[in-house]
């Protein structure tokens, strides 16, 4: 079974994807952050992250924590509690500028 931290990555990436295949002749594109995509750590209330395609299936994904005050930054060591039995793979409409 994958962890909570592994299945938000992989939720992140496959709506990249998506988001990629929709418009072609983008290189790059920026989202609301999914807690836990990178990790533990601090994110941010309202994160943003900006994902490049650098090529075919290859994307790189940069989170905005660093542009956020701390005290508004959630703190993500284990998965949240509401995040127990989330199925992060389910489709979800995700906003896109």
């Known amino acids: 079974m994958s ?3 592994e299945r938000a990555a992989e ?3 496959d709506q990249d994807r998506k ?5 072609p002749d ?3 594109y920026f989202r ?3 807690i836990g ?3 533990p750590g ?33 703190l993500v060591e284990l998965p949240p509690a509401w995040a127990a039995g989330l199925d ?8 896109h500028e």
């Open 37 to 39: 995509e990178f990790g």
């Open 26 to 28: 983008a290189d790059r």
């Open 88 to 95: 992060l793979t389910a489709p979800e409409e995700v906003p």
């Open 42 to 74: 601090r994110y941010p209330k309202g994160g943003r992250t900006k994902v490049a395609q650098l090529g075919p299936g290859l994307r790189a994904r940069t989170g905005s924590a660093f542009l956020e005050l701390e005290f508004s930054a959630q």
């Open 3 to 5: 962890t909570f931290f």
């Open 32 to 34: 609301p952050t999914v």
């Open 11 to 13: 939720y992140a990436s």
């Open 19 to 23: 988001w990629f295949e929709q418009h």
